[in-house]
């Protein structure tokens, strides 16, 4: 089975930079076809997609969260990560990997807290 674990930490000073690492086991990153997503759900908001590192390096990213949103990945230790730079109050969410669909995303880590806060 498919299992996906956040790490990071829980705090970022506003105007910092955010980072961090999905760490998935029981199933390659790069397995043809697979795809692998970055969520984020503020407190009280619902579910918001932030981007996706496809099995071949290609990036997705949310339109609006684009321009300060990078996703990388590491083969070498089966891990895809997310980088926020400039992050303010309102980047304050659980944050979530998940995979392995373009759409369909079956398998989910618990979720990490992180709070932008000085």
């Known amino acids: 089975q498919v299992r996906l674990q956040e790490s990071g930490p829980g705090l970022v000073q506003p105007s910092q930079t955010l980072s961090l690492t999905c760490t998935v086991s029981?199933?390659?990153?790069?397995?043809?076809?697979?795809?692998w997503h970055w969520i984020r759900q503020p407190p009280g908001k619902g579910l918001e997609w932030m981007g996706a590192?496809?099995?071949?390096?290609?990036?997705y990213y949310n339109p609006s969260l684009k321009n300060h949103t990078s996703i990388s990945r590491d083969t070498s230790k089966n891990q895809f990560s997310l980088q926020r730079t400039s992050v303010i109050p309102e980047d304050t969410a659980v944050y979530y990997c998940?995979?392995?669909?373009?759409?369909?995303?079956?398998?989910w880590g618990k979720g990490t807290q992180v709070t932008v806060s000085s």
């Open positions: 998940a995979g392995p669909g373009l759409v369909d995303m079956a398998y």
């Open positions: 029981g199933g390659s990153i790069t397995t043809s076809s697979t795809y």
């Open positions: 590192i496809g099995y071949d390096d290609t990036t």
